[in-house]
């Protein structure tokens, strides 16, 4: 990749630094919380509703410091992080969490901030300079051409030029490092160049080595360029522990030992323990908290009443308004957000082989195969078997259909990352919507015209322009309502077995009060409802009375004894209750089921979003 030269900085302004501190900060989960963690599993120990998380916590994480939040699992760390980093709204705990003295204003904090979670929300099919230039993109303002610079620069900073061009892998296809794809996760968060960066557990799960690499690369962000680093470590090395300015030592979510390492060695000599060899200091501290605990500061301890009466009492959730910075806006305007992120969505999809290349050769064979199948539906040229051509529309539409759940786990992954971008700020849940809609109308058309093409004549349907060409429209506007509702329902699951569970009852359902095995006026009232909701309803009567529908059908005989005709075409739609009318206002309402869909799906993200903000 080319390395833009050095553009000097605008005005020549000072960055603004941040500390934070906390003072007596205290954090419980109320029942309905805990309730929601045991049901999603985050938690792996038992947490009863009530129990402080957090106990009487103070703090402070300086400018140009690299602190370190330690302790054993359950320590209370990484809920620490997440209050400091403005995850966790400050209504929600007692005490006070300050940035540069001010109250802080979590919507704020966490755009000019960057958070690192344990997990690492990647793309694996595009590459590692394409995942940065996205991010660098979405958050930072400004033209293309400072967006390539700000990439070119992280990529020498983070030591990734060497697999720029190499894509991220997944767990199945192995590219990428552990650790390389670690320091890709903290670039993504560093495209913005925020002053606070937080990290849940950057260590976790790399070798000695790659743990040192990526330590010693924060520790040279926080020095040289003033930023407030912030991490979450559970076993640290020795080498790793030297170069940590603070070390904040958690146990059952009270504050043991808050200062350098130097001091914590001290403290443990103080209170007559000897350090073994091959021990680091850090490892032994966790092996002793109950001494550590008897000997804090007794002036530091409430009971329960002095929190509970904090609890009440103590507000935190105050705004600061006398800071311009304040002002809370995106990166980009809608459309330039909406056109970024359908190109990036263009390469996940296309890159994705086995649904692009799947869904293209489904179409072909089946087309062909149906075709073949029902292509010899006639006796001779005055009758036709129509039973045997409702038959190839009913089975077509529930092939449509059902053809489009392979999406669900795309929007699944999708959503994951959807929740951590949108909750920092970079872009609009509606752009998101808009852009994933965008991106599959040519795609999906592609996959009705080629499965068009063969089925249509080879069935022997209506040997018209006219005809062919609505056939096509009403078979992608089928595909379309399919998506469009798999999508909505992507974001309503929670995995994606329910997904396929729920989705495959509900489309199951609407072809049974499609009118196909039971009529209109068979249904029992209380059910009439889902005949007018099923996706089959209105794409089968659209079948019908393309192919037995206008001047044709007048003429057409579908039904004759002795050269004598029983029933003609406008005849059999007129049995059906079906009109000329319906043909293109039923498409109408099939375009009302794509949007309505894409709507509830935007809602349903947004309701998200808003929850992982607030």
Partial sequence: MEILPRKPDSGGKQKTQFRITTKKLSYKLSRRVT?????????????????????????????????????PSGAGKTTLLEILGGVVPTNRISGRVLVNEQPMNAEYFRRVSGYVTQDEALFPLLSVEETLMYSAR????????????????????????????????????????????????????????????????????????????????????????GKTVLLTIHQPGFRILELFDQILLLSNGTLLHRGSLQLLEQRLGFLGYTIPRHVNVMEF???????????????SEMDESELEEQYEYLPTNLIPD?????????????????????????????????????????????????GTIFMNVTNDKKRVKFQTHIGFFAYSLTFLLSSTTEGLPIYLQERRILMRETSRGAYRVSSYVISNTLVFLPFLLMVAILYTIPVYWLVGLRRQIDGFLYFTMVVWMVILMSNSFVACFSALVQNFITGTSL???????????????????????YWIFMH????????FECFMINEYGGEQGRS????????????????????????????WGNLSVMFGFIIGYRFLCFLILWYRSRRARS
């Fill in 35 to 71: 309730d929601h963690y045991r049901f999603c599993s985050v938690y792996k120990r038992e947490v009863s509703p009530g129990a402080y998380i957090l106990k009487n916590v103070t703090c402070e994480a300086k400018p140009g410091h690299i602190s370190a939040i330690a302790g």
């Fill in 138 to 225: 979405l958050r930072m303002h400004g033209d293309l051409e400072r967006a390539r610079y700000r990439v070119g620069e992280l990529l020498k900073e983070l030591g990734l030029e060497q697999v720029a061009n190499v894509r991220i892998g997944s767990e199945s296809c192995r590219s990428i490092s552990g650790g390389e794809k670690r320091r890709v996760s903290i670039g993504v968060d560093l495209v913005h160049d925020p002053a606070v960066l937080l990290l849940d557990e950057p260590t976790s799960g790399l070798d000695s080595a790659s743990a040192f690499h990526v330590t010693l690369l924060l520790k040279s962000m926080a020095a040289k360029q």
């Fill in 532 to 539: 007018y909701l099923s996706l089959f309803k209105y794409p």
């Fill in 556 to 583: 057409r005989c579908l039904a004759s004894v002795e050269d004598q005709c029983l029933l003609y075409g406008d005849q059999f739609l007129t049995q059906k209750g079906l009109k000329e009318s319906q043909k």
């Fill in 322 to 370: 006398n800071l311009s910075e304040n002002k809370l806006f995106y990166a980009n305007p809608p459309l330039n957000e909406v056109l970024i992120l359908s190109q990036r969505f263009s390469n996940n999809i296309f890159r994705t082989k086995e649904l692009f290349l799947a869904r293209i050769i489904q179409a072909i064979l089946a087309g062909f195969v149906l």
């Fill in 285 to 299: 501290a966790m092996e002793v908290t109950e001494a550590l605990v008897m000997n804090i500061d007794q002036e």
């Fill in 503 to 525: 989705v495959a009852g509900v489309m199951g359902s609407f072809f049974l009060f499609s009118g196909y095995f039971i009529t209109k006026e068979d249904i029992p009232k």
